[in-house]
Protein backbone atom coordinates (compact mmCIF):
# COMPACT_ATOMS: atom_id res chain seq x y z
CA UNK A 1 0.00 0.00 0.00
CA UNK A 2 1.06 3.26 -0.84
CA UNK A 3 2.29 6.04 2.15
CA UNK A 4 -0.49 8.14 2.57
CA UNK A 5 1.24 11.53 2.40
CA UNK A 6 2.53 10.20 -1.27
CA UNK A 7 -0.77 9.42 -2.12
CA UNK A 8 -2.39 12.40 -0.81
CA UNK A 9 0.64 15.17 -2.09
CA UNK A 10 0.73 13.26 -5.63
CA UNK A 11 -3.08 12.99 -5.87
CA UNK A 12 -4.71 15.95 -5.22
CA UNK A 13 -4.23 18.64 -7.94
CA UNK A 14 -4.05 22.09 -7.23
CA UNK A 15 -7.44 22.75 -8.43
CA UNK A 16 -8.71 20.80 -5.73
CA UNK A 17 -7.49 22.54 -3.17
CA UNK A 18 -9.79 24.72 -1.14
CA UNK A 19 -8.34 28.33 0.36
CA UNK A 20 -9.23 30.92 2.64
CA UNK A 21 -9.25 34.26 1.15
CA UNK A 22 -6.21 34.98 3.10
CA UNK A 23 -4.56 31.56 1.71
CA UNK A 24 -5.76 32.42 -1.75
CA UNK A 25 -4.81 36.73 -1.46
CA UNK A 26 -1.00 34.80 -0.13
CA UNK A 27 -0.77 32.76 -3.11
CA UNK A 28 -1.30 35.64 -6.00
CA UNK A 29 1.56 37.71 -3.93
CA UNK A 30 3.75 34.62 -4.41
CA UNK A 31 3.13 33.83 -8.27
CA UNK A 32 3.45 37.85 -8.49
CA UNK A 33 6.57 38.23 -6.48
CA UNK A 34 7.92 34.74 -9.05
CA UNK A 35 7.03 36.85 -12.06
CA UNK A 36 3.43 35.97 -13.08
CA UNK A 37 1.96 39.58 -12.39
CA UNK A 38 -1.31 40.27 -11.58
CA UNK A 39 -1.76 41.51 -14.98
CA UNK A 40 -1.22 38.32 -16.43
CA UNK A 41 -3.60 36.44 -13.74
CA UNK A 42 -6.14 38.94 -14.37
CA UNK A 43 -5.85 38.28 -18.37
CA UNK A 44 -6.06 34.11 -17.25
CA UNK A 45 -9.23 34.76 -15.20
CA UNK A 46 -11.25 36.88 -17.69
CA UNK A 47 -10.45 34.63 -20.68
CA UNK A 48 -11.62 31.41 -18.36
CA UNK A 49 -14.79 32.93 -18.00
CA UNK A 50 -15.58 33.79 -21.60
CA UNK A 51 -14.75 30.91 -22.75
CA UNK A 52 -16.75 28.52 -20.00
CA UNK A 53 -19.61 30.99 -21.15
CA UNK A 54 -19.00 30.18 -25.01
CA UNK A 55 -18.42 26.45 -24.38
CA UNK A 56 -22.24 25.99 -22.42
CA UNK A 57 -23.71 28.75 -23.92
CA UNK A 58 -21.99 29.67 -27.18
CA UNK A 59 -21.92 33.23 -28.76
CA UNK A 60 -25.01 34.29 -27.05
CA UNK A 61 -26.03 38.29 -25.98
CA UNK A 62 -24.38 38.90 -22.64
CA UNK A 63 -23.97 42.04 -20.00
CA UNK A 64 -21.06 42.10 -17.54
CA UNK A 65 -21.97 44.13 -14.46
CA UNK A 66 -18.40 45.62 -13.25
CA UNK A 67 -17.28 46.27 -10.16
CA UNK A 68 -14.58 48.22 -8.66
CA UNK A 69 -12.11 45.78 -7.91
CA UNK A 70 -9.97 42.85 -9.32
CA UNK A 71 -13.64 41.06 -9.59
CA UNK A 72 -14.64 43.72 -12.30
CA UNK A 73 -11.42 43.74 -14.05
CA UNK A 74 -11.79 39.75 -14.74
CA UNK A 75 -15.63 40.57 -15.91
CA UNK A 76 -13.77 43.49 -18.76
CA UNK A 77 -11.19 41.11 -19.54
CA UNK A 78 -14.10 38.41 -20.08
CA UNK A 79 -16.28 41.04 -22.18
CA UNK A 80 -13.17 41.71 -24.37
CA UNK A 81 -12.82 38.16 -25.31
CA UNK A 82 -16.49 37.39 -25.13
CA UNK A 83 -16.79 40.31 -28.04
CA UNK A 84 -13.63 39.14 -29.57
CA UNK A 85 -15.36 35.43 -29.94
CA UNK A 86 -18.07 37.17 -31.89
CA UNK A 87 -20.99 37.51 -28.84
CA UNK A 88 -23.50 40.51 -28.85
CA UNK A 89 -21.64 42.33 -25.42
CA UNK A 90 -22.68 45.17 -22.91
CA UNK A 91 -21.04 46.60 -19.73
CA UNK A 92 -22.69 48.08 -16.90
CA UNK A 93 -20.14 49.56 -14.39
CA UNK A 94 -20.94 50.13 -10.67
CA UNK A 95 -18.31 52.15 -8.45
CA UNK A 96 -15.80 51.66 -11.22
CA UNK A 97 -13.33 54.12 -12.33
CA UNK A 98 -13.16 54.81 -16.20
CA UNK A 99 -10.12 57.28 -16.51
CA UNK A 100 -7.08 56.78 -18.21
CA UNK A 101 -5.11 57.23 -14.95
CA UNK A 102 -6.91 55.00 -12.80
CA UNK A 103 -8.19 52.23 -15.57
CA UNK A 104 -6.34 49.17 -14.59
CA UNK A 105 -4.15 47.90 -17.23
CA UNK A 106 -6.87 49.73 -19.72
CA UNK A 107 -9.26 47.37 -19.65
CA UNK A 108 -12.28 49.96 -20.25
CA UNK A 109 -9.95 51.63 -22.77
CA UNK A 110 -9.62 48.59 -24.84
CA UNK A 111 -13.22 47.74 -24.58
CA UNK A 112 -14.23 51.12 -25.60
CA UNK A 113 -11.65 51.14 -28.57
CA UNK A 114 -13.56 47.95 -29.60
CA UNK A 115 -16.82 49.67 -29.61
CA UNK A 116 -18.68 47.83 -26.76
CA UNK A 117 -21.48 49.67 -25.52
CA UNK A 118 -20.88 50.63 -21.50
CA UNK A 119 -23.08 52.36 -19.10
CA UNK A 120 -22.24 53.60 -15.58
CA UNK A 121 -25.22 53.21 -12.50
CA UNK A 122 -24.49 56.48 -11.54
CA UNK A 123 -25.49 57.72 -14.79
CA UNK A 124 -28.84 56.06 -14.62
CA UNK A 125 -30.68 56.42 -11.36
CA UNK A 126 -33.54 54.84 -12.22
CA UNK A 127 -32.10 51.39 -13.90
CA UNK A 128 -34.02 52.28 -17.26
CA UNK A 129 -30.47 50.89 -19.28
CA UNK A 130 -29.75 48.42 -17.01
CA UNK A 131 -33.54 46.74 -17.31
CA UNK A 132 -33.32 47.90 -21.43
CA UNK A 133 -29.89 45.46 -21.25
CA UNK A 134 -31.36 42.50 -19.09
CA UNK A 135 -33.05 41.46 -22.32
CA UNK A 136 -29.68 39.19 -23.11
CA UNK A 137 -29.41 35.50 -22.59
CA UNK A 138 -26.30 35.83 -19.94
CA UNK A 139 -25.87 38.09 -17.03
CA UNK A 140 -21.93 38.52 -15.79
CA UNK A 141 -21.56 38.80 -11.66
CA UNK A 142 -18.52 40.75 -11.27
CA UNK A 143 -19.75 42.96 -8.88
CA UNK A 144 -17.59 42.00 -5.84
CA UNK A 145 -14.67 39.52 -4.96
CA UNK A 146 -13.61 37.06 -2.62
CA UNK A 147 -12.20 39.42 -0.66
CA UNK A 148 -15.51 41.66 -0.37
CA UNK A 149 -17.37 40.84 3.14
CA UNK A 150 -19.76 43.79 3.94
CA UNK A 151 -23.75 43.74 4.16
CA UNK A 152 -24.62 44.66 1.01
CA UNK A 153 -26.56 48.07 0.71
CA UNK A 154 -27.94 51.19 -1.01
CA UNK A 155 -27.10 51.24 -4.96
CA UNK A 156 -25.73 48.42 -5.21
CA UNK A 157 -28.59 46.45 -3.23
CA UNK A 158 -31.19 48.74 -5.85
CA UNK A 159 -28.90 47.00 -8.78
CA UNK A 160 -28.75 43.72 -7.76
CA UNK A 161 -33.01 43.36 -6.86
CA UNK A 162 -33.61 44.85 -10.39
CA UNK A 163 -31.46 42.22 -12.17
CA UNK A 164 -33.06 39.37 -10.10
CA UNK A 165 -36.67 40.64 -10.99
CA UNK A 166 -35.66 40.73 -14.42
CA UNK A 167 -34.69 37.54 -14.19
CA UNK A 168 -37.80 36.53 -12.27
CA UNK A 169 -40.03 37.87 -15.63
CA UNK A 170 -38.04 36.58 -18.46
CA UNK A 171 -38.86 33.22 -19.76
CA UNK A 172 -36.75 31.79 -20.10
CA UNK A 173 -34.76 33.16 -17.51
CA UNK A 174 -30.99 34.75 -18.21
CA UNK A 175 -28.50 32.36 -17.37
CA UNK A 176 -26.31 33.65 -14.09
CA UNK A 177 -22.29 33.38 -14.45
CA UNK A 178 -20.93 34.43 -11.15
CA UNK A 179 -16.75 35.52 -11.70
CA UNK A 180 -14.88 33.92 -8.75
CA UNK A 181 -17.82 34.35 -6.75
CA UNK A 182 -21.21 35.48 -5.88
CA UNK A 183 -21.34 38.69 -5.01
CA UNK A 184 -22.50 38.93 -1.49
CA UNK A 185 -21.25 35.78 -0.55
CA UNK A 186 -17.93 35.35 2.37
CA UNK A 187 -15.89 33.28 1.09
CA UNK A 188 -14.54 32.55 4.44
CA UNK A 189 -17.51 31.58 6.35
CA UNK A 190 -20.39 31.05 3.90
CA UNK A 191 -22.55 33.40 4.60
CA UNK A 192 -24.68 35.14 1.82
CA UNK A 193 -26.22 38.23 1.79
CA UNK A 194 -30.14 38.59 1.24
CA UNK A 195 -29.42 40.80 -2.05
CA UNK A 196 -26.64 38.36 -3.59
CA UNK A 197 -27.66 37.24 -7.29
CA UNK A 198 -28.14 33.51 -7.20
CA UNK A 199 -25.66 32.04 -9.89
CA UNK A 200 -25.93 29.08 -12.97
CA UNK A 201 -22.55 28.64 -13.15
CA UNK A 202 -19.70 30.21 -10.81
CA UNK A 203 -16.43 29.98 -12.69
CA UNK A 204 -13.27 30.32 -10.02
CA UNK A 205 -9.67 31.08 -9.62
CA UNK A 206 -7.08 28.78 -8.86
CA UNK A 207 -8.08 27.03 -6.41
CA UNK A 208 -12.22 26.68 -4.97
CA UNK A 209 -13.04 28.83 -1.91
CA UNK A 210 -14.15 27.79 1.95
CA UNK A 211 -17.13 29.50 1.48
CA UNK A 212 -18.04 27.62 -2.04
CA UNK A 213 -18.59 24.38 0.34
CA UNK A 214 -20.47 26.05 3.62
CA UNK A 215 -24.09 26.78 3.28
CA UNK A 216 -26.02 28.89 2.66
CA UNK A 217 -23.89 30.20 -0.31
CA UNK A 218 -23.02 26.17 -1.79
CA UNK A 219 -26.17 26.18 -3.09
CA UNK A 220 -26.32 29.90 -4.68
CA UNK A 221 -22.98 29.44 -6.76
CA UNK A 222 -24.76 26.90 -9.42
CA UNK A 223 -21.81 24.29 -10.74
CA UNK A 224 -18.55 25.62 -9.77
CA UNK A 225 -15.62 25.49 -12.06
CA UNK A 226 -11.97 25.78 -10.90
CA UNK A 227 -10.04 27.00 -13.77
CA UNK A 228 -6.08 27.85 -14.17
CA UNK A 229 -4.71 31.43 -14.16
CA UNK A 230 -1.08 30.32 -14.20
CA UNK A 231 -0.25 29.62 -10.47
CA UNK A 232 2.93 27.73 -10.08
CA UNK A 233 0.85 24.09 -8.68
CA UNK A 234 3.97 24.21 -5.95
CA UNK A 235 2.76 26.90 -4.22
CA UNK A 236 0.01 25.27 -3.23
CA UNK A 237 1.25 22.48 -1.67
CA UNK A 238 0.80 23.36 1.44
CA UNK A 239 -2.97 23.36 1.22
CA UNK A 240 -4.02 20.73 2.84
CA UNK A 241 -7.82 20.84 2.44
CA UNK A 242 -9.60 19.74 -0.86
CA UNK A 243 -12.67 18.65 -2.48
CA UNK A 244 -13.19 14.94 -3.75
CA UNK A 245 -13.19 14.08 -7.17
CA UNK A 246 -14.10 11.48 -9.47
CA UNK A 247 -10.37 10.65 -10.53
CA UNK A 248 -9.64 10.93 -6.97
CA UNK A 249 -12.02 8.34 -6.34
CA UNK A 250 -11.08 6.36 -9.15
CA UNK A 251 -7.14 6.14 -8.23
CA UNK A 252 -8.20 4.95 -4.32
CA UNK A 253 -10.66 2.20 -5.73
CA UNK A 254 -9.36 -1.79 -4.15
CA UNK A 255 -8.29 -3.13 -7.22
CA UNK A 256 -10.35 -6.65 -8.12
CA UNK A 257 -8.04 -8.79 -9.64
CA UNK A 258 -9.30 -11.46 -12.20
CA UNK A 259 -7.50 -14.17 -9.99
CA UNK A 260 -8.60 -14.02 -6.91
CA UNK A 261 -10.69 -15.11 -4.07
CA UNK A 262 -12.82 -14.33 -1.52
CA UNK A 263 -10.14 -13.98 0.99
CA UNK A 264 -8.36 -11.01 -0.99
CA UNK A 265 -11.02 -8.84 -0.26
CA UNK A 266 -10.67 -9.30 3.60
CA UNK A 267 -13.30 -10.31 6.15
CA UNK A 268 -15.00 -7.70 8.07
CA UNK A 269 -16.90 -8.37 11.23
CA UNK A 270 -20.36 -5.93 12.08
CA UNK A 271 -21.56 -5.92 15.99
CA UNK A 272 -24.70 -4.51 15.17
CA UNK A 273 -28.39 -4.34 16.13
CA UNK A 274 -30.82 -4.80 18.89
CA UNK A 275 -34.11 -6.55 19.11
CA UNK A 276 -35.27 -2.73 19.12
CA UNK A 277 -33.04 -2.14 15.74
CA UNK A 278 -32.42 -4.83 14.17
CA UNK A 279 -32.82 -3.47 10.71
CA UNK A 280 -29.38 -1.16 11.36
CA UNK A 281 -27.65 -4.66 11.57
CA UNK A 282 -28.73 -6.04 7.59
CA UNK A 283 -28.40 -2.25 6.25
CA UNK A 284 -24.82 -2.37 7.43
CA UNK A 285 -23.42 -5.89 6.55
CA UNK A 286 -25.55 -5.66 3.03
CA UNK A 287 -23.64 -2.54 2.55
CA UNK A 288 -20.06 -4.20 3.40
CA UNK A 289 -20.87 -6.72 0.92
CA UNK A 290 -22.04 -4.62 -1.74
CA UNK A 291 -18.83 -2.33 -1.08
CA UNK A 292 -16.89 -5.66 -2.30
CA UNK A 293 -15.88 -7.30 1.31
CA UNK A 294 -14.96 -10.50 0.43
CA UNK A 295 -16.79 -12.25 3.93
CA UNK A 296 -18.95 -10.60 5.81
CA UNK A 297 -19.76 -11.55 9.52
CA UNK A 298 -22.50 -10.44 11.83
CA UNK A 299 -21.63 -11.02 15.37
CA UNK A 300 -25.36 -9.96 17.35
CA UNK A 301 -28.13 -11.28 19.46
CA UNK A 302 -30.45 -14.13 18.54
CA UNK A 303 -33.08 -12.18 17.47
CA UNK A 304 -30.65 -9.81 15.20
CA UNK A 305 -29.41 -12.54 13.26
CA UNK A 306 -32.72 -14.44 12.89
CA UNK A 307 -33.98 -11.90 10.96
CA UNK A 308 -30.75 -10.65 9.14
CA UNK A 309 -30.28 -14.40 7.92
CA UNK A 310 -34.08 -14.19 6.50
CA UNK A 311 -33.20 -11.72 4.44
CA UNK A 312 -29.52 -11.80 3.96
CA UNK A 313 -27.75 -15.05 3.64
CA UNK A 314 -24.47 -14.68 2.39
CA UNK A 315 -22.73 -13.35 5.80
CA UNK A 316 -21.86 -15.91 8.40
CA UNK A 317 -22.99 -15.17 11.45
CA UNK A 318 -22.12 -15.28 15.36
CA UNK A 319 -24.35 -15.25 18.14
CA UNK A 320 -23.58 -13.00 21.16
CA UNK A 321 -24.92 -13.02 25.06
CA UNK A 322 -27.41 -10.89 25.17
CA UNK A 323 -28.94 -8.91 28.08
CA UNK A 324 -32.22 -7.00 28.91
CA UNK A 325 -32.66 -3.19 28.13
CA UNK A 326 -35.37 -0.88 28.42
CA UNK A 327 -36.93 -1.62 24.36
CA UNK A 328 -35.56 -5.25 24.27
CA UNK A 329 -32.91 -7.62 24.21
CA UNK A 330 -29.52 -5.90 23.61
CA UNK A 331 -25.78 -7.24 23.26
CA UNK A 332 -24.24 -7.72 27.17
CA UNK A 333 -21.02 -6.59 29.02
CA UNK A 334 -19.61 -10.35 28.60
CA UNK A 335 -20.27 -10.66 24.72
CA UNK A 336 -17.05 -8.24 24.28
CA UNK A 337 -14.67 -11.75 25.33
CA UNK A 338 -16.17 -13.65 22.39
CA UNK A 339 -15.89 -10.59 19.73
CA UNK A 340 -12.34 -10.57 20.75
CA UNK A 341 -11.69 -13.96 20.37
CA UNK A 342 -14.01 -14.17 17.00
CA UNK A 343 -12.35 -11.25 14.92
CA UNK A 344 -8.70 -12.74 14.89
CA UNK A 345 -7.73 -12.76 11.55
CA UNK A 346 -10.59 -9.88 10.20
CA UNK A 347 -9.00 -6.89 8.84
CA UNK A 348 -12.22 -4.76 10.13
CA UNK A 349 -14.68 -4.40 12.44
CA UNK A 350 -17.62 -2.06 12.31
CA UNK A 351 -19.57 -1.14 16.04
CA UNK A 352 -22.42 0.23 16.63
CA UNK A 353 -25.15 0.50 13.78
CA UNK A 354 -28.56 -0.37 16.24
CA UNK A 355 -26.84 -1.47 19.24
CA UNK A 356 -28.49 0.68 21.54
CA UNK A 357 -27.57 3.02 24.62
CA UNK A 358 -27.66 0.90 27.21
CA UNK A 359 -25.54 -0.12 30.67
CA UNK A 360 -25.21 -3.15 28.93
CA UNK A 361 -24.00 -2.01 25.70
CA UNK A 362 -21.73 0.69 27.35
CA UNK A 363 -20.37 -1.40 29.76
CA UNK A 364 -19.59 -4.16 26.84
CA UNK A 365 -17.75 -1.47 24.95
CA UNK A 366 -15.67 -0.27 27.74
CA UNK A 367 -14.96 -4.18 27.99
CA UNK A 368 -13.99 -4.09 24.00
CA UNK A 369 -11.87 -1.07 23.37
CA UNK A 370 -8.54 -2.45 22.54
CA UNK A 371 -5.61 -0.87 20.70
CA UNK A 372 -5.03 -4.45 19.28
CA UNK A 373 -8.41 -4.37 17.21
CA UNK A 374 -8.45 -4.80 13.55
CA UNK A 375 -9.11 -1.29 11.75
CA UNK A 376 -12.35 -0.02 13.08
CA UNK A 377 -15.31 2.04 12.30
CA UNK A 378 -17.57 3.42 15.52
CA UNK A 379 -20.70 4.44 14.15
CA UNK A 380 -24.51 5.71 15.79
CA UNK A 381 -24.78 4.44 18.98
CA UNK A 382 -21.14 2.72 19.27
CA UNK A 383 -20.13 6.40 19.25
CA UNK A 384 -22.37 7.01 21.93
CA UNK A 385 -21.13 4.50 24.04
CA UNK A 386 -17.50 6.01 23.59
CA UNK A 387 -18.85 9.12 24.74
CA UNK A 388 -19.80 7.78 27.83
CA UNK A 389 -16.25 6.56 28.90
CA UNK A 390 -13.20 9.01 30.00
CA UNK A 391 -10.60 9.34 27.72
CA UNK A 392 -11.79 6.40 25.18
CA UNK A 393 -9.60 7.46 22.61
CA UNK A 394 -7.00 6.34 23.85
CA UNK A 395 -7.64 2.60 23.67
CA UNK A 396 -8.76 2.79 20.05
CA UNK A 397 -7.69 1.01 17.49
CA UNK A 398 -4.68 2.60 15.34
CA UNK A 399 -7.09 2.33 11.83
CA UNK A 400 -10.04 3.88 13.45
CA UNK A 401 -12.76 5.94 11.65
CA UNK A 402 -15.56 7.74 13.50
CA UNK A 403 -18.63 8.16 11.41
CA UNK A 404 -20.71 11.37 14.29
CA UNK A 405 -23.77 13.36 12.48
CA UNK A 406 -23.63 16.51 14.33
CA UNK A 407 -25.16 15.50 17.74
CA UNK A 408 -23.20 12.89 17.93
CA UNK A 409 -19.79 14.58 17.39
CA UNK A 410 -21.70 16.78 20.27
CA UNK A 411 -21.77 14.61 22.86
CA UNK A 412 -18.17 13.12 22.29
CA UNK A 413 -16.87 16.35 22.51
CA UNK A 414 -18.90 18.07 25.54
CA UNK A 415 -20.40 20.45 23.19
CA UNK A 416 -23.42 21.66 21.69
CA UNK A 417 -25.14 20.95 18.77
CA UNK A 418 -24.59 24.68 17.71
CA UNK A 419 -21.03 24.78 18.42
CA UNK A 420 -20.31 21.90 16.19
CA UNK A 421 -22.22 23.33 13.05
CA UNK A 422 -20.68 26.51 13.86
CA UNK A 423 -17.16 25.37 12.53
CA UNK A 424 -17.46 21.86 11.16
CA UNK A 425 -14.02 21.64 9.47
CA UNK A 426 -11.79 23.20 12.29
CA UNK A 427 -13.95 20.94 14.68
CA UNK A 428 -12.93 17.97 13.05
CA UNK A 429 -9.53 18.86 12.02
CA UNK A 430 -9.11 19.38 15.85
CA UNK A 431 -10.22 16.01 16.96
CA UNK A 432 -8.80 13.79 14.17
CA UNK A 433 -5.48 14.91 15.25
CA UNK A 434 -6.07 15.28 19.21
CA UNK A 435 -7.94 11.15 18.96
CA UNK A 436 -5.57 10.27 16.34
CA UNK A 437 -8.34 8.66 14.25
CA UNK A 438 -10.26 9.64 11.22
CA UNK A 439 -13.28 11.62 12.14
CA UNK A 440 -16.08 11.78 9.27
CA UNK A 441 -18.59 14.34 10.30
CA UNK A 442 -21.64 13.95 8.40
CA UNK A 443 -24.06 16.21 7.18
CA UNK A 444 -24.67 18.06 3.85
CA UNK A 445 -20.78 18.40 2.36
CA UNK A 446 -19.40 15.56 4.60
CA UNK A 447 -16.22 16.27 5.73
CA UNK A 448 -13.19 13.53 6.55
CA UNK A 449 -10.43 14.88 8.60
CA UNK A 450 -7.37 12.47 9.58
CA UNK A 451 -4.61 13.13 11.96
CA UNK A 452 -1.88 14.88 10.24
CA UNK A 453 -4.17 17.15 9.20
CA UNK A 454 -5.61 16.73 5.85
CA UNK A 455 -9.04 17.12 5.46
CA UNK A 456 -11.53 16.31 2.63
CA UNK A 457 -15.03 17.69 1.53
CA UNK A 458 -17.45 15.77 0.04
CA UNK A 459 -19.69 18.18 -2.42
CA UNK A 460 -22.66 16.39 -1.75
CA UNK A 461 -25.82 17.50 -0.56
CA UNK A 462 -29.21 15.82 -0.90
CA UNK A 463 -32.47 15.11 1.24
CA UNK A 464 -32.47 11.97 -0.31
CA UNK A 465 -29.65 10.71 2.33
CA UNK A 466 -31.96 12.57 4.90
CA UNK A 467 -33.60 8.85 5.71
CA UNK A 468 -32.80 6.47 8.62
CA UNK A 469 -30.31 4.06 8.00
CA UNK A 470 -28.42 5.78 5.51
CA UNK A 471 -25.95 6.34 8.04
CA UNK A 472 -25.58 2.53 8.69
CA UNK A 473 -24.97 2.25 4.59
CA UNK A 474 -22.00 4.52 5.16
CA UNK A 475 -20.98 2.52 7.82
CA UNK A 476 -20.92 -0.69 6.17
CA UNK A 477 -19.64 0.47 2.78
CA UNK A 478 -16.47 1.93 4.71
CA UNK A 479 -16.12 -0.97 6.67
CA UNK A 480 -15.92 -3.26 3.52
CA UNK A 481 -13.40 -1.26 2.30
CA UNK A 482 -11.01 -1.24 5.00
CA UNK A 483 -11.80 -5.00 4.61
CA UNK A 484 -9.92 -4.57 1.78
CA UNK A 485 -6.87 -3.17 2.42
CA UNK A 486 -7.75 0.37 2.41
CA UNK A 487 -6.24 2.84 4.77
CA UNK A 488 -8.87 4.39 7.28
CA UNK A 489 -8.77 8.20 5.58
CA UNK A 490 -8.56 6.43 2.27
CA UNK A 491 -11.66 3.80 3.16
CA UNK A 492 -13.89 7.02 4.47
CA UNK A 493 -13.38 8.91 1.26
CA UNK A 494 -14.12 6.25 -1.24
CA UNK A 495 -17.19 5.18 1.24
CA UNK A 496 -18.50 8.90 1.58
CA UNK A 497 -18.45 8.98 -2.00
CA UNK A 498 -20.07 5.97 -3.11
CA UNK A 499 -22.53 6.92 -0.71
CA UNK A 500 -23.03 10.20 -1.67
CA UNK A 501 -23.40 8.92 -5.31
CA UNK A 502 -25.43 6.49 -4.44
CA UNK A 503 -28.01 9.54 -2.94
CA UNK A 504 -27.59 11.20 -6.35
CA UNK A 505 -28.69 8.53 -8.06
CA UNK A 506 -31.41 7.58 -6.05
CA UNK A 507 -32.85 11.20 -5.69
CA UNK A 508 -32.35 11.28 -9.83
CA UNK A 509 -34.16 7.76 -10.41
CA UNK A 510 -36.78 8.06 -7.39
CA UNK A 511 -37.13 11.52 -6.71
CA UNK A 512 -35.84 13.47 -3.25
CA UNK A 513 -38.54 12.18 -1.15
CA UNK A 514 -39.30 8.72 -0.24
CA UNK A 515 -35.95 7.15 -0.45
CA UNK A 516 -35.05 4.44 1.77
CA UNK A 517 -31.79 3.22 2.79
CA UNK A 518 -32.04 -0.10 1.16
CA UNK A 519 -32.28 2.15 -2.32
CA UNK A 520 -28.83 2.73 -1.83
CA UNK A 521 -27.40 -0.90 -1.91
CA UNK A 522 -28.11 -2.11 -5.62
CA UNK A 523 -25.89 1.37 -6.69
CA UNK A 524 -23.07 0.41 -4.57
CA UNK A 525 -21.14 -2.18 -7.09
CA UNK A 526 -22.68 -0.07 -10.01
CA UNK A 527 -20.82 3.05 -8.96
CA UNK A 528 -17.67 1.04 -8.38
CA UNK A 529 -18.15 -0.56 -11.99
CA UNK A 530 -18.71 3.08 -13.64
CA UNK A 531 -15.61 3.98 -12.21
CA UNK A 532 -13.15 0.61 -12.88
CA UNK A 533 -14.89 1.01 -16.69
CA UNK A 534 -13.28 4.76 -16.74
CA UNK A 535 -10.30 3.61 -15.27
CA UNK A 536 -9.73 1.00 -17.75
CA UNK A 537 -10.50 2.99 -20.73
Not at 249 to 257: E, N, S
Amino acid sequence: MMSQQMTLDSLIPAKQRIVTVAEMQALERAADASGHSYAAMMELAGRAVAEAILERYGRVSCLVLAGPGNNGGDGLVCARHLHEAGATVRVYLWKRATDPERDYEGHFARLQALGVPAAHADTDPSFETLRTWLDCSVVVDALLGTGANRPIQGQLADLLDEVQRARTLRQPPFRVVAVDCVSGMNCDTGALDPHSLPADLTVTFACAKVGHYLFPAAQAGGELLVADIGIDPALVQSVRTFALDEATIRAWLPARPANSHKGAFGKVMLVVGSEAYPGAAYLASAAAGRAGAGLVTVASIRAVCSLTAAKLPEPTYILLPEAMGPNGAVIAADAAHTVHEAVKGYRALVVGCGLSNTPATRQFMANLLDSSLPAAVFDADGLNCLASHESWWGRLPSRTVLTPHPAEMARLCGLSVEQVLADRWALARQKAAEWGCTVLLKGPYTVIAEPSGWLAVLPVATSALATAGSGDVLAGVIGGLLAQGLDAFTASCVGAWLHGMAGLACAASIGEAGVVASDLLPHLPRLQNHLRHNNER
